[in-house]
């Protein structure tokens, strides 16, 4: 079960994310900055490798821990910077003012978030056999 919630974490941020954001809603978008850009693409390429690398952990090296800690830390430093949007004039929603949402819930922080809580429940279990097996 925790290499299926991992693996349902890393699509969302590895592959789901770059689908929906390579067009003309963010990396072709003539309304950013060139300089917006590349720190899209950067964050896009960057998230896709760790991705990846956990990827190979989960599957080939069976290791788990570190994969689900780094996913915690994309898909938690998503939701960190959706709380703060209004400190830096941030938003989910496209110039337009239409926002992609699933039951009135945007849908970032709707995958993101049921990611985030699955990711705590696997640390939590880690942590709860690591500190069990240490009073031994």
Not at 7 to 19: E, G, K, M, R, W
Not at 111 to 120: E, I, M
Request: hydrophobic share 50%; charged share 10%.
């Amino acid at each position: 079960m925790r290499k299926a919630i991992i693996t349902f974490s890393i699509i969302l941020y590895a592959v789901v994310v770059p689908f929906l954001e390579i067009n003309t809603t963010h990396v072709f978008n003539p309304d950013w900055t060139p300089h917006v850009r590349i720190h899209e693409v950067w964050q896009l390429i960057t998230n896709s490798g760790i991705g990846l690398l956990c990827l190979w952990m989960v599957w080939v090296k069976k290791e788990t821990k570190i994969s689900a800690i780094l996913s915690l830390l994309i898909t938690g430093g998503f939701l960190l910077a959706y709380i703060l949007q209004n400190f830096y004039g941030g938003s989910m929603k496209y110039l337009d003012g239409s926002e992609k949402t699933l039951f009135g819930i945007n849908i970032g922080v709707l995958g993101f978030g049921a990611a985030f809580l699955l990711l705590l429940t696997i640390i939590y279990s880690d942590i709860k056999s690591w500190t069990t097996n240490s009073s031994l």
